[in-house]
C-alpha cells in the first residue's frame, strides 16, 4: 500500500524559508520519480518541482527556480523542498506525488500516479 505523507507547512512571513518533507512507504523510493505540486484557491495545480529516482536530475517551474530546492534521501524514503525566499503567491497547498521512474519522463506533465493529502503552506 503506497503512502505519501506530507509535512513540514504553516504560516510565514514573506522572505522567510519553510522546508517542507514528504514521507513515503509501500514502495521502493528509490526507483520513483517524485514531485512536489501545488494548488491555491481558484487555481488551477502546478507543478512546482520534480527529481529522478536517482536524485541525478531536476525540474522547476520557473516561478520558482532559484528560491526552491527539490531533493531526496532514498535511505529514508523522503522527499524534501526548501523554500527560499517566499512570497505571498507561494500559498497553496502543497502536494508530493510519485510515479515510476523506469517508464517515461520526471516532468509535471508526466503523469503522476501516488499523491499524498497535502500540507498547507501561508505566506503573508
Known amino acids: 500500500h503506497v503512502q505519501l505523507v506530507e509535512s513540514g507547512g504553516g504560516p510565514v512571513q514573506a522572505g522567510e524559508s519553510l522546508r517542507l518533507s514528504c514521507k513515503t512507504s509501500?514502495?521502493?523510493?528509490?526507483?520513483?520519480?517524485m514531485g512536489w505540486f501545488r494548488q491555491a484557491p481558484g487555481k488551477e495545480r502546478e507543478g512546482v518541482a520534480t527529481?529522478?529516482?536517482?536524485?541525478?536530475?531536476?525540474y522547476y517551474a520557473d516561478s520558482v527556480n532559484g528560491r526552491f530546492t527539490i531533493s531526496r534521501d532514498n535511505a529514508k524514503n523522503t522527499l524534501y523542498l526548501h523554500m527560499n525566499s517566499l512570497k505571498p503567491e507561494d500559498t497553496a497547498m502543497y502536494y508530493c506525488?510519485?510515479?515510476?521512474?523506469?517508464?517515461?519522463?520526471?516532468?509535471?506533465?508526466?503523469?503522476?500516479?501516488?499523491w499524498g493529502q497535502g500540507t498547507q503552506v501561508t505566506v503573508s
Open positions: 506525488a510519485a510515479r515510476p521512474g523506469w517508464v517515461g519522463g520526471c516532468r509535471p506533465t508526466d503523469g503522476f500516479g501516488y
Open positions: 509501500g514502495y521502493t523510493a528509490g526507483r520513483y520519480c
Open positions: 527529481i529522478s529516482a536517482d536524485g541525478g536530475t531536476t
